[in-house]
Nanobody, 119 residues
Framework: QVRLVESGGGLVQPGGSLRLSCAAS????????MNWYRQAPGKERELVAGITRTYGTNYAESVKGRFTISRDNPKKTVYLQMNTLKPEDTAVYYCNAVIRPPYGNSEVWGQGTLVTVSS
């Protein structure tokens, strides 16, 4: 069964840190680009960070220098380390796996995990 399961969300004070995890199953994890998206109330879903199968990374401008994405292929898990959190980081965070030609053509989404940054 193709599946992504996020964990690690919760309530944190401004300036604090959280680490999100996303465990994959049912597909060849190492071949996929893994992304973290987020969606705040009343806003569109946006790409936060991505890591390719060759470990290239990209980040939204709003999180550069504060968030770090990483992957562990043997564990089939992708992480998002979030530091110096701000209230505007409050959102549901979604894990996404994508593969495009010539390696395949598929996309998988997790169910999301809520991150709330508030004092």
């Amino acid at each position: 069964q193709v599946r992504l399961v996020e964990s690690g969300g919760g309530l944190v004070q401004p300036g604090g840190s959280l680490r999100l995890s996303c465990a994959a199953s049912g597909f060849t994890f190492s071949m996929y680009t893994m992304n973290w998206y987020r969606q705040a109330p009343g806003k569109e879903r946006e790409l936060v960070a991505g890591i390719t199968r060759t470990y290239g990374t990209n980040y939204a401008e709003s999180v550069k220098g504060r968030f770090t994405i990483s992957r562990d292929n043997p564990k089939k898990t992708v992480y998002l380390q979030m530091n110096t959190l701000k209230p505007e980081d409050t959102a549901v965070y979604y894990c996404n796996a994508v593969i495009r030609p010539p390696y395949g053509n598929s996309e998988v989404w997790g169910q999301g995990t809520l991150v709330t940054v508030s004092s």
